[in-house]
């Protein structure tokens, strides 16, 4: 159940922010992008949290979760040091942050589940 609400609440969160930037009717398809890339954030987190006994993909999901967060976060953080980047210099700063949150979602992950072995609930 946490998953599906998860998955809706980022999916709508998406979606507004899609609208908010839309200018014209070329942006139909970034709109439907940027609803899709929070749907599955919400999808990861859903997952990761919503099971009782967490598989051995967890790290997985986290990893892959995390990534998409960071992308964006490596986004906007290139905009802010350097307002005018090219195209190639925010695809690398999105590559950067998916990297690092990848990175750093796959050791959360493992953490997570040596953690939920150590007290017996897996």
Known sequence: ????????????????LGLKGQE????IVWTVVSMLW???IGLGIGTIFDQKHPSRHLA?????TLALVFALVGMM??????????????TLAGLIGA????????LFGSVHQKKRRSIGLV
């Open 99 to 106: 990297i690092a949150g990848a990175l750093l979602g796959s």
């Open 60 to 64: 997985i999901y986290w990893a892959i």
């Open 24 to 27: 014209t009717r070329a942006d």
């Open 38 to 40: 929070a749907a599955a």
């Open 1 to 16: 159940m946490k998953r599906a609400i998860w998955t809706i609440g980022m999916a709508s969160a998406g979606l507004f």
């Open 77 to 90: 953080a290139n905009a802010v040091i350097g307002p005018s980047a090219t195209d190639f210099q925010e």
